[in-house]
C-alpha cells in the first residue's frame, strides 16, 4: 500500500486545530463538517451519525477483502476548553521545533488526523484485508454521548477490533482506569461576615470534604501494576453570594480515578461517609452527593486480542523495539474506547497514539511530528499484516 504523506498529516493537524471545538464551548459542528468534506475529497465512503443536540458524529468506511475482523479507529473532535497560562496562541497551529502546538493538538486532533490520511490512502488503493472503519465522535471530553451513539447504533460487530488513537506517547494503553464523576453541594446559613458565628459556612464544609477525600484517596491500598494508584481532583468550586457574606451554598465537582478491586459504588460511598462525617464537624449544614454521568469501571483489553498483536508486532517492524505497555502512558485516562468496551463487553478495545497524555489538557499543549509519523507508519503496517 501507498504510505501516508506524513506532510499532509500535520497540515490537517494543523487545520483542525485551528478549528475552536472546546466542549463546553463552539463544540464539534465547525470540526465535523471538515472531517465529512476533508474524507470526500479523499474518496472515502462516509456518513453523518446524529448524535443529540445537533452534535454528530462521523462515519467512514473503506471495505476489505473479508479476510477477518474490522478494524475501528474512534478519534474524537471535541477538546477541552483553552484555559490559560498559554506562551503561544492555542488555536494558531504553530509548527516550531518538529512540534505542532495548540489546544488538541495531542488530544486528539493529531490521532485524528492520522486516521483520516490513512483511510485516503487505504481508499486510493487496492483494497484492504479487511474493512477499516473510523469513527469520528463528539463529546469525549464530557458526557461521552458520541460513544454511547456508536455502541447503541448496531455499527459495531461483535468480532470488531477497536483502536482509539489518543496520545499515550506510542505506548500501548491496555488496561484504563474507572472514573467516576461527583457533585458535592453543601447548604449552611447566610450571615454578615462581622457575625460569622451565627452562620454556616457552606465554603468551609466543602473545602473540608475536600481536602479529607485527598488525604483518604492518596492513603487507599489498591496499587494495579498497569493502572498504579487511584486519583483525586476536585475540578471546580463554586459557592458564595459576596466577600462580606457567609456563604449559603457551595458546589464542587469532583473526579475520581480508581482501579480494582474498587468499583464505582465504592467511590460514591466513600464520599457519602466524608459528606456524613462533615456535617458533624459542621453542625446545621446539609451536604448532598450527587453522580455526574455514568458509572465507568476500569477496562482490560485482553493481551491476546486481534488489535494488541497486530499493534505489537507492527511496532517492532517499524521501530525495531518492543511495544511498551504501563508505566507513564496514560493509563489514567478514560476514553471512548474504554466506554465502548463498558457498553459491549469487548476485550478488543485499546489505545495507541501520538503525543504524550502529560501534554493532554495543558496549556501550550503539543505534539511531535515524529510521534505523527511513527503513528502512521505503524497503522499502515497493522493493516497490511492484517
Known amino acids: 500500500m501507498t504510505a501516508v504523506d506524513v506532510d499532509q498529516a500535520v497540515r490537517d493537524t494543523v487545520s483542525l486545530v485551528r478549528i475552536d471545538s472546546q466542549n463546553p464551548g463552539p463544540l464539534e459542528g465547525e470540526c465535523a463538517r471538515w472531517v465529512f468534506d476533508r474524507l470526500g475529497q479523499a474518496g472515502v465512503e462516509r456518513a453523518i451519525a446524529p448524535v443529540t443536540d445537533a452534535r454528530d458524529n462521523v462515519v467512514a468506511t473503506v471495505r476489505g477483502r473479508g479476510e477477518g475482523p474490522r478494524l475501528v479507529l474512534l478519534a474524537h473532535m471535541d477538546t477541552v476548553a483553552i484555559g490559560d497560562g498559554w506562551s503561544v496562541a492555542p488555536l494558531d497551529g504553530l ?201 465507568r469501571p476500569p477496562v482490560r483489553a485482553a493481551d491476546d486480542a486481534h488489535i494488541v498483536r497486530r499493534l505489537r508486532d507492527g511496532f517492532r517492524d517499524v521501530t525495531g523495539h518492543v511495544l511498551e505497555s504501563g508505566g507513564a502512558d496514560g493509563h489514567e485516562a478514560y476514553t471512548d474506547a474504554s466506554m465502548i468496551s463498558t457498553l459491549t463487553g469487548s476485550t478488543s478495545c485499546t489505545v495507541f497514539g501520538p503525543g504524550s497524555s502529560d501534554n493532554a489538557h495543558t496549556a501550550d499543549e503539543y505534539v511531535g511530528i515524529s510521534d505523527l509519523e511513527t503513528a502512521a507508519r505503524v497503522l499502515e503496517r497493522v493493516v497490511a499484516d492484517w
Open 95 to 295: 509548527i516550531r521545533h518538529g512540534r505542532i502546538y495548540g489546544r488538541g493538538s495531542a488530544d486528539m486532533k493529531s490521532g485524528l488526523a492520522v486516521a483520516v490520511n490513512l483511510l485516503e490512502v487505504l481508499a486510493a488503493g487496492p483494497p484492504p484485508r479487511a474493512d477499516v472503519v473510523l469513527c469520528a465522535t463528539v463529546d469525549e471530553e464530557a458526557g461521552m454521548a458520541g460513544a454511547y451513539a456508536v455502541a447503541e447504533s448496531g455499527l459495531l460487530r461483535a468480532d470488531d477490533q477497536v483502536l482509539a488513537l489518543e496520545p499515550t506517547g506510542l505506548r500501548l494503553r491496555l488496561a484504563q482506569v474507572g472514573l467516576r464523576w461527583l457533585e458535592l453541594e453543601a447548604t449552611g446559613r447566610m450571615a454578615h461576615a462581622g457575625r460569622a458565628h451565627l452562620g454556616v459556612d457552606a465554603n468551609h464544609v466543602v473545602a473540608h470534604i475536600v481536602d479529607r477525600l485527598r488525604e483518604r484517596v492518596a492513603t487507599l491500598p489498591y496499587r494495579d501494576e498497569l493502572l498504579g494508584r487511584p486519583l483525586f481532583t476536585c475540578g471546580t468550586i463554586a459557592g458564595g453570594v459576596g466577600v462580606n457574606v457567609v456563604p449559603p451554598a457551595c458546589i464542587a465537582r469532583l473526579d475520581l480515578r480508581f482501579v480494582p478491586p474498587m468499583t464505582a459504588d465504592d467511590v460514591l460511598a466513600m464520599v457519602q461517609a466524608e459528606a456524613v462525617a462533615a456535617m458533624a464537624v459542621f453542625p446545621g449544614a446539609g451536604v448532598e452527593v450527587r453522580a455526574l454521568g455514568p458509572a
